[in-house]
Every structure is written in C-alpha cells, then in structure tokens.
C-alpha cells in the first residue's frame, strides 16, 4: 500500500534550536518526495522535493531509501518556521499526490 | 501569472444536498488535481483531469464528480452529500500530467455539511 506516515502531530521547539520532522513512507517503486508547508493564512505550498537536493529555507531532507525515511531538517529554527508541514509522494510531481497526516512545527521564542 | 483560484470560499449544505465547487487553474496549466482535506488530516486525491478527460481516481465513490473545460477550468460535483463530505477541498494545476512538474495549489472551498 503506498502511505506516507507522519508519527509527530506537534512538534515544539526553541527559536535557534535544531529541528527535525519525521517521515515514513511505503511504496512499490521510486516516487518522488516532497515536503509541503502551510503557513498561517496561507495556501499550502511546496518547500522542496528530493530530486531538486536543494535547500530552501535553510531545510534540507535526503531520502533514506534503505530505511523509506524523508525526515525534514534545520540546524537552527526561526520563528517564522512555525506552520503545518506535510510530507507527500507520488509517482511524478504531475501526478496524484499522497500526503501524511501533516505535523504542526511550533517555536517557541 | 494569475494563481489558483476556487469559488465559493466557504459554504454550507444539509445532507442529501448536491454541491458544485469551481476551480481556475494557474496560467498556461492543463491539469487540475481535486483533493480533500477533513480536519486534522493530510489532503487525500480525489481524482484529476488533463485536457478535460479524469486522468486517475482516488478511492471516493462515483457521487464525487468532475469536469474541466476547454480553458483547463474544472469543476467538482458532489451528490447525495454526507456529513462525512464536511472537509476543505483543494484544486492543484499542473503544466503538464507526464513530466516532473509542481503542482500549484488554490486557497480551498471549506465546505460544512448539516
């Protein structure tokens, strides 16, 4: 079954405090990941996908494919960090997308 | 560049009721994705269109419907509405269905069944 499993439904950190988002996913093939983020008010967004290997924001995530892992990270959280991530995949970006349940990153000033 | 636009905003139904909600897709895009967000959950696809014709399916039964139009525009129909339909419903477009290309979400139709 494909699923993305996103154990964390809030995560709480001091502002300048490393952080770090957890994804699982299961899938019969190679998708493609993606890290999607809604800001307070906002429409929700992509922030980065892994074949891009970029890093937005100053988050990053590498794909585990050994452990089907696709953790978001940030050496040093800001306050306007603090927003609903969610953690998706699909067979190609174009196609249907498949989303965890969303974590809800909160920092504390 | 005009975003992703969905009418109405917000709106309320009682069960049994029929609901049409409407979606413009970004500039120069030809896919539109449908999804449903319930409370406290991640978006889960309903189906998608490129180029007017459903280009895959979610697990929603048939009284979840679509169209697009020739100017790439869809809409979602939903019959026989449940209060489990009470959900936000997004529209997400896409340039094209085959190649690696991000999807662009709208702001949402919150949608409340009675």
Partial sequence: AQRVTQPEKLLSVFKGAPVELKCNYSYSGSPELFWYVQYSRQRLQLLLRHISRESIKGFTADLNKGETSFHLKKPFAQEEDSAMYYCALSKSSASKIIFGSGTRLSIRP | ?114
């Fill in chain 2, 1 to 114: 560049e005009t975003g992703v636009t969905q009418s109405p905003t917000h709106l309320i139904k009682t069960r049994g009721q029929q609901v049409t909600l409407r979606c413009s897709s970004q500039s120069g895009h030809n896919t539109v994705s449908w999804y449903q967000q319930a409370l406290g959950q991640g978006p889960q696809f309903i189906f998608q269109y490129y180029r007017e014709e459903e280009n895959g399916r979610g697990n929603f039964p048939p009284r979840f419907s679509g169209l697009q139009f020739p100017n790439y525009s869809s809409e979602l129909n939903v019959n026989a509405l449940e209060l489990d339909d009470s959900a936000l419903y997004l529209c997400a477009s896409s340039e094209d269905r085959a190649t690696s290309i991000e999807q662009f979400f709208g702001p949402g139709t919150r949608l409340t069944v009675l």
